[in-house]
């Protein structure tokens, strides 16, 4: 069965820090690993990675992926109260399905 | 037109009743999706339509019925659903192929309770 795991769980932080969001995952037929926002209703799309080693920047976001270690991570620079969100992290199987973690609660206090 | 548009917004219907809840997208996307989402917990896939053929039904009950009558509609047909059955549920589009870098787009949902 694939598997997403996300960590932390929730992160509570001050306005101008820094975050790194976790993702690993075991997946059979990997296909890529997306990383999404949802406030309060669709998830939004953030990034689709499918490469080792290439980080993929937003703004103050940026993600990499490491297919050796079947991990990700989401960095969140000079956060903002506007990042407070939950971040999901979906693994594509061949087959198009997604398979998501249980998301990051990130809180960011003025 | 970048969008998933799903209606209705929010929906409440009683055990007895039957609904329906619709998605479009005008991407040409040729993948489309069905996700229930549970209050603070990730969304789950319930169907995958590929080129309007049903690829994956993730053991979803047979109250949920869906039907892709062409490349841009995608309904899911409820009847007999019980309380639990209460969710948010996302439609989602993706264009098909590899070396994709536009994901999935999602739709805002519709909120479904069932009383």
């Known amino acids: 069965e694939d598997k997403v795991v996300q960590s932390p769980l929730s992160l509570v932080v001050h306005e101008g820090d820094t975050v790194t969001l976790n993702c690993s995952y075991e997946?059979?037929?990997?296909?890529?690993l997306l990383w999404y926002k949802q406030e309060k209703k669709a998830p939004t799309f953030l990034f689709m990675l499918t490469s080792s080693g290439i980080e993929k920047k937003s703004g103050r976001l940026s993600s990499i992926l490491d297919k050796k270690e079947l991990f990700s991570i989401l960095n969140i620079t000079a956060t903002q109260t506007g990042d407070s969100a939950i971040y999901l992290c979906a693994v594509e199987s061949s087959n198009y399905k997604l398979t998501f973690g249980k998301g990051t609660l990130l809180t960011v206090n003025p | 037109d970048t969008e998933v548009t799903q209606t209705p917004k929010h929906l409440v219907m009683g055990m007895t009743n039957k609904k329906s809840l619709k998605c479009e997208q005008h991407m040409g996307h040729r993948a489309m999706y069905w996700y229930k989402q549970k209050a603070k917990k990730p969304p789950e896939l319930m169907f995958v339509?590929?080129?309007?053929?049903?690829?994956i039904n993730e053991s979803v009950p047979s109250r949920f019925s869906p039907e892709c009558p062409n490349s841009s509609l995608l309904n899911l047909h409820l009847h007999a659903l019980q309380p639990e059955d209460s969710a948010l549920y996302l439609c989602a589009s993706s264009r098909t192929g590899s070396g994709d870098n536009y994901g999935y787009t999602f739709g805002s949902g519709t909120r479904l309770t069932v009383v």
């Open positions: 997946v059979t037929n990997f296909r890529s």
């Open positions: 339509y590929s080129y309007e053929k049903l690829s």
